[in-house]
C-alpha cells in the first residue's frame, strides 16, 4: 500500500520486460504497480461519453496506475493487454465466466500464460526490427504497435469508413503504421505507395507471422473440447471489467 493514495496495490509484470521502452520512460523497469478498483471505477466503467467514444476501458486503465508519470499512449499493445487482465482480477478476482455456443465456460485469468518478447529478440534495447521479404527479398524496417498507435489507426478508420462504408482497408492500413521504412527508405508517402501497390500477399503474410511471433503479449485465449486446435479468443466486453452490469 502506498502512502499516497492509501490504496493497496499490485505490481504487474509487462510481457515486453520493458526492454522495447526507451531507457528514459518508467515503463523500461518492465513493471507497473496498480491499484485496487474501487466504488468509484464503477462510475467510470458506465460514463456513456467514454462509451460512446470507445475509451472506457482506457480511461478505467490509466486511472489505476499509481505513477502518473508514465506516458500511457508509449505503452505497447500487448503490455497493455496484461494492464487489462491485471484490473480484471484486482477488481473482481480471476475467475472469468462467459458463454460459448450454449455453454458456460470458466477461465483461470491469472493462469493466462504470458508470451514473452521472441527469444531471437531478448538482446533488443528498442522498438524497431527488420524483416526481409522471402518473396521479393524487400527490406523493411517496422515497430511494434503502441496504444497510441492503434488510436491513429482508428482515427484514420473512421475518416475512411465515411468515405468508403464498406471497404475500408484495415488490414493495409495497420501496416503503414507499423512499417517504418522500406529498403532504407523512411519518408511516409512512400511507404504508404509500398503497402499499397507493391507489397506482395506472399510477403504481408510472411510479415504478418513474423510480427505475430515476435510480439510480447498475454495468450487470450481458452481451448474448449469442441473448438479449434489454436483456441478461441476470450470474449471482452464491459461484462469483463464488471459482471454485475445489466
Known sequence: MTEENKFPT?????????KLYPKTSPLASGKIEMRYMTAADEDTLTNQSYIEKGIVVDKLLQSLIVDKSIDYGELLVGDKNALLIAARILGYGSKYEFEYRGHKEVVELAELPQKPLHPDFVKATSNNFT???????????????????EQAIEQELKGLRKIRKDNVPELSTRLKYMITSVDGVTDRKAVRDFVDQRFLARDSRAFRRYVADLQPDIDMKFYPEDGPEEGVDIPIGVTFLWPDIE
Do not use: I, M, R, Y
Open 10 to 18: 499490485e505490481v504487474v509484470e509487462l510481457p515486453s520486460q520493458g
Open 131 to 149: 524483416f526481409v521479404c522471402p518473396a521479393s527479398g524487400t527490406v523493411l524496417e517496422f515497430k511494434l504497435l503502441t496504444h497510441a498507435d
